[in-house]
């Protein structure tokens, strides 16, 4: 599967920012699905991820109560609503996909596709 992400940007603090991330060449509800960001100098993170047919998410604790992901099968389409950014938000996202993990939370290590990042700079 190929993906493409997009809808990075600068953003001020408490801002909001939709990413979405689009797929091809496969069967997209076969995948698992997740948001990944890395910062400068740091390992890549889980953000948020979603099952095959999107009835379960699951988010880290910095995500919780403000992103939101979910997933479009018919589109294959993926995307993260991002409410109430921090600096620390402040990263490139990528949205990455598996066909054979179980489950909602992955590491990076887990995921076998990858789309090329989006920039994501909150600023105060």
């Known amino acids: 599967v190929q993906l493409q992400a997009s809808g990075g940007g600068l953003v001020q603090v408490g801002g909001s920012l939709g990413l979405s991330c689009a797929a091809s060449g496969s069967t997209?509800?076969?995948?698992?699905m997740g948001w990944f960001r890395q910062a400068p100098g740091k390992e890549r993170e889980f953000?948020?991820?979603i099952s095959r047919g999107g009835g379960?998410?699951?988010?880290?604790?910095?995500?919780?109560?403000?992103?939101t992901i979910w997933r479009d099968n018919a589109k294959n389409m993926v995307y993260l609503q991002m409410h109430s950014l921090r600096p620390e938000d402040t990263a490139v996202y990528y949205c990455g996909a598996d066909r054979f993990?179980?489950?909602?939370?992955?590491?990076?290590s887990?995921?076998?596709?990858?789309?090329?990042?989006?920039q994501v700079t909150v600023s105060s």
């Open 28 to 32: 997209f509800s076969n995948y698992v």
């Open 47 to 49: 953000v948020a991820g």
């Open 56 to 67: 379960s998410t699951d988010y880290a604790d910095s995500a919780k109560g403000r992103f």
């Open 101 to 108: 993990q179980r489950g909602t939370r992955f590491s990076s």
């Open 110 to 118: 887990e995921i076998s596709y990858w789309g090329q990042g989006t």
